[in-house]
């Protein structure tokens, strides 16, 4: 049907731009392996992005998942549950240990406060996630690697094009992953990316997306193959020519599901962080039943009813998952399995009309009882 509205909506340039920036393909019949257009998006988003180095990835998780290879760790990475399977997979599928530590009931981001008391022997790196584009403390997580000697790697998958007292998110930490997946907020259809400061690491990183291979005759690594294509990276060209105009379009529909909700006994907003520039990602809302009248899986329901399908973004978290379970050690994080039970994340994005962000508030301001 027609009218409803999901939880997300990929934004595409008019058919007639994607297809001038294709055209040039055909005159080269180059159509992977670093050519003219993956080279122009690499140029583009490191400007955009204010980093010092980017390595584009066939998508956001190989991109992590080759991000932390490359920094050949052993033993612990201390991490959040509150997130999308991927960052959790990325550690464990590189032999390391997740260690979940809680989040900040605020921004829901990992609690900086909570990271020391976590911190072994056998701590190798920090992973946290700016989750739906919220900036962790990245000062407090960087004294705390340069005191305990610690890798940080950011799962910027939801922060494309934000920005904190200035400087590009991405540029933080050692190195940060972000993704051009179809529902984000800036897509390759699939696609992502590595952003780093340090050339000998970005060698490394170049070299694990292409099966380890340093030479025609040298493999170095056991690598994997995470290029991206020259039509992923047209798309990411077209899709960046409107990325300013996107990113206002979200800011638009946030202010009215603020105004609207503004207020709404049971019903909290997260808090607009200060310093950042941010991107309008995702639009959470956090339901306390008692207050509300309806829990969060009842107003989930009925928004459903009525053909609007919001998502449970995060829950489960990932420390609950079939395939962790009785892995590792029970690592209390009341705060996050709090949120998880309580979040819901309604529709944005920057088609969404204005009349239909007022229907959504009226159903959800309309139920509390
Ligand atoms: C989307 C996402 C990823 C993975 O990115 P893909 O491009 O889909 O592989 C990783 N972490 C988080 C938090 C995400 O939302």
Not at 3 to 19: G, I, K, N
Not at 56 to 84: D, K, S, Y
Not at 209 to 224: L, Q, Y
Not at 362 to 368: E, F, N, R, S, T
Request: some cysteine.
């Amino acid at each position: 049907m027609s009218d409803q509205l999901y939880v997300t909506r990929s934004t595409m340039p008019t058919f007639e731009e994607y297809s001038d920036q294709i055209r040039k393909i055909w005159e080269t019949c180059w159509l992977t392996n670093m050519g003219v257009q993956h080279n122009e998006l690499e140029k583009l988003l490191k400007e955009y992005l204010k980093v010092r180095n980017i390595s584009l990835m066939c998508n956001g998780h190989l991109a992590l998942e080759l991000g932390l290879q490359a920094m050949r760790l052993r033993g612990e990475v201390i991490t959040t549950p509150f997130t999308f399977a991927s960052t959790t997979h990325a550690i464990v599928r590189n032999g390391l240990k997740p260690v979940f530590c809680d989040i900040e009931e605020e921004n829901f981001t990992m609690d900086a406060d909570k990271i020391e008391s976590l911190i072994t022997d056998e701590t190798a790196a920090i992973l946290p996630v700016h989750v739906y584009g919220n900036v962790c403390d990245v000062e407090k997580i960087s004294r705390l690697a340069k005191k305990y000697h610690l890798k940080v790697i950011y799962d910027a998958a939801h922060a494309f094009g934000v920005t904190y007292k200035g400087r590009g998110i991405a540029s933080y930490g050692d190195a940060s992953m972000v993704s051009f997946h179809a529902t984000k907020v800036f897509h390759t259809i699939e696609g992502g990316a590595v952003c780093f400061s340090d050339d000998e690491y970005g060698l490394d990183l170049f070299r694990l997306k292409n099966f380890g291979i340093r030479g025609p005759e040298e493999v170095d690594f056991v690598g994997s193959n995470a290029k991206m294509n020259e039509f992923e990276a047209a798309m990411g060209i077209c899709n960046l020519r409107h990325i300013g105009e996107a990113i206002e379009m979200r800011k638009q529909i946030v202010g009215i599901y603020r105004n609207n909700l503004a207020g709404t006994e049971g019903i909290y907003l997260q808090k607009e962080q200060q310093h950042v520039g941010s991107n309008y990602a995702y639009f959470p809302i956090v339901i306390d039943e008692k207050q509300y009248g309806l829990s969060r899986n009842e107003l989930f329901d009925l928004l459903k009813e009525n053909g609007i399908h919001a998502r449970k973004y995060f829950y489960p978290l990932t420390n609950r998952f079939h395939c962790y379970q009785s892995m590792y050690e029970e690592n209390p994080t009341p705060s996050a399995l709090k949120i998880a039970n309580r979040i819901l994340t309604l529709p944005l994005y920057p088609e969404l009309e204005k009349e239909n962000v007022e229907r959504i508030c009226d159903i959800i301001k309309g139920a509390q009882r």
